[in-house]
Nanobody, 124 residues
């Protein structure tokens, strides 16, 4: 069992940066692949970024590639999402997710555990 708690969301202006954090409970955090998804009002939850158990393999959605960076610290049971050059279309609730397999995946159906989400609002 893994519990995930996100933090770091807020209201920013276009072009600003935010850093989201996800704190995970459980002693086997290093076994899990982790990911960030987001959901805007009236839209489906969509993939943002994922990272494998070691932190060496990452994938990004095209919409955020080059602007967002996912990383993890297995010693601290933490995964972060550094978001730069934010745009109004990045506005959404951002969710941290974990899957029981160490390999990353872009499909939300592959993730077993979810946090409660943190709101990110980017004004133009």
């Amino acid at each position: 069992q893994v519990e995930l708690v996100e933090s770091g969301g807020g209201l920013v202006q276009a072009g600003d940066s935010l850093r989201l954090s996800c704190a995970a409970s459980g002693r086997t955090f290093s076994n899990y692949a982790m990911a960030w998804f987001r959901q805007a009002p009236g839209k489906e939850r969509e993939f943002v970024a994922t990272i494998d158990w070691s932190g060496r393999i990452t994938y990004y959605a095209d919409a955020v590639k080059g602007r967002f960076t996912i990383s993890r610290d297995n010693a601290k049971n933490m995964v972060t999402l550094q978001m730069n050059s934010l745009k109004p279309e990045d506005t959404a609730v951002y969710y941290c997710a974990a899957r029981d397999v160490g390999l990353p995946n872009t499909r939300k159906e592959e993730y077993n555990y979810w946090g409660q989400g943190t709101q990110v609002t980017v004004s133009s």
